[in-house]
């Protein structure tokens, strides 16, 4: 996924042919170069304006799933419900890199879109990330669910605007349905938001590819919905975001 945040711009929010071109450009530079999927974040003074039923705006990825800052919803972490006899959520990112075999391991398992994953990959996805959520099951001491979230931070104008993209969840299937999947992405949400929710920035948004395969294609869904995220195709203009999968393809899929 490649993540592109438009701090200011001279088009017009109703002049679809310029709107156009300059998605256009963005989608097939980025795309073509990194074979990858492609989400460009307008400034949120385009919010409810941009004519997103237009053929030329329309997005084309249904599984996109959206939330702007204001619209979140998470829980402090002590009340989220989970067994916390057997498990405890670590977020230290070098405490993780040590176990990024085994993650590799639940991903390649459990994630339909990871299945090419090697230890280098999982290892350089767990680095780069801006934070990183791993369940520990303590009774057995391995890892057990990982998430992990990307986020850019701009000022415009002084207001500063954050854009975050949520990836990489995923729990063992011998421990899914017992509340880990929710404390990894509640946990992730909050890093996003801010620890004190009343002092967080209006302007923001954050995004995701909801899987629709897998045991997590009924369950994730309705979590994401949960903390307040949306499919795209259901929320009109209301965030000014487009994204694209022209060019993306997974090396799993070419074999």
């Keep these: 996924m490649v993540l ?17 071109n300059l998605i256009s450009v963005i989608h097939d530079y980025f795309g073509k170069t990194y074979n990858a999927r492609v989400v460009v974040r307008f400034p949120a003074a385009f919010d409810n304006k941009i004519d997103m039923n237009n ?5 084309n990825v249904s599984t996109f799933m959206v939330a702007n800052m204001s ?4 829980d402090n972490d002590d009340l989220v419900q989970y067994d916390h006899e057997q498990y405890v959520l670590v977020t230290d990112k ?22 090419d994953w090697d230890k280098e990959e999982a290892y350089n996805r767990i680095l780069s990330a801006s934070a990183v959520g791993m369940i520990m099951d303590k009774v057995n001491k391995v890892p057990v669910g990982f998430g992990r979230i990307f986020m850019m931070r701009n000022n415009n104008n002084n207001e500063e605007e954050t854009l975050g993209y949520l990836s990489d969840v995923a729990v063992n299937i011998q421990h899914q349905n017992k ?5 990894i992405v509640n946990y992730l949400v909050s890093v996003y938001i801010g620890q004190n929710a009343s002092q967080r920035p209006t302007n923001g948004s954050i995004c995701l590819i909801c899987g629709t395969k897998g045991s997590g ?15 795209l195709d259901n929320i009109g203009n209301r965030i000014a975001i487009l994204t694209s999968d022209k060019y993306y393809f997974r090396r799993s899929l070419q074999r």
Excluded at 6 to 19: G, H, N, P
């Design 217 to 231: 294609a009924i369950s994730a869904p309705k979590l994401y919905r949960s903390l307040g995220f949306e499919h």
């Design 55 to 59: 053929p030329k705006l329309k997005n």
């Design 4 to 20: 592109v945040q438009i701090i200011d711009t001279i088009i017009a929010t109703d002049d679809v042919e310029q709107l156009h």
């Design 179 to 183: 509340g880990l999947g929710r404390v």
């Design 71 to 74: 619209d979140l919803k998470y």
């Design 94 to 115: 070098q405490a993780i890199l040590v176990y990024a075999n085994q993650i590799m391991i639940i991903m390649t398992t459990e994630a339909f879109w990871a299945k």
